[in-house]
């Protein structure tokens, strides 16, 4: 099992880290992408990171967010730095084992979501 955690409410420019800790399943042999879902919004990818280690990030958050794993915690983490408005949704992690994407429809394995709100 998925949990993420470290949503919260903060203003524009801020910074965040969201963690994936794993539960039953090692993250270092999957590929990790974190997606979101704002209100009224479908979700959508945000970043993979794939088992080998390579990333890719949506347009939107490009510079602006990293993925970076630490495989002995079994944690995958979401760095967001000068958050904005519009990054306000509900943030995934999900897993689908040796591959190298994160198509939405192809996950195996997702985690509850955090909540993160950026307003002034």
């Known amino acids: 099992q998925l949990q993420a955690s470290g949503g919260g409410s903060v203003q524009p420019g801020s910074s965040l880290r969201l963690s994936c800790a794993a539960s039953?399943?090692?993250?270092?042999?999957?590929?990790i992408g974190w997606f979101r879902q704002g209100s009224g919004k479908g979700r959508e990818a945000v970043s993979c990171?794939?088992?080998?280690?390579?990333?890719v990030y949506a347009d939107s958050v490009k510079g602006r967010f990293t993925t970076t794993r630490d495989n002995a915690k079994n944690t995958v983490y979401l760095q967001m730095n000068n958050l904005r408005p519009e990054d306000t949704a509900v943030y995934y992690c999900a897993a689908r084992g040796l591959k190298n994407d994160c198509p939405l429809s192809g996950m195996t394995y997702w985690g509850k979501g955090t909540q993160v709100t950026v307003s002034s």
């Open positions: 990171v794939d088992w080998i280690g390579g990333s």
């Open positions: 039953g399943l090692t993250l270092d042999y999957n590929t």
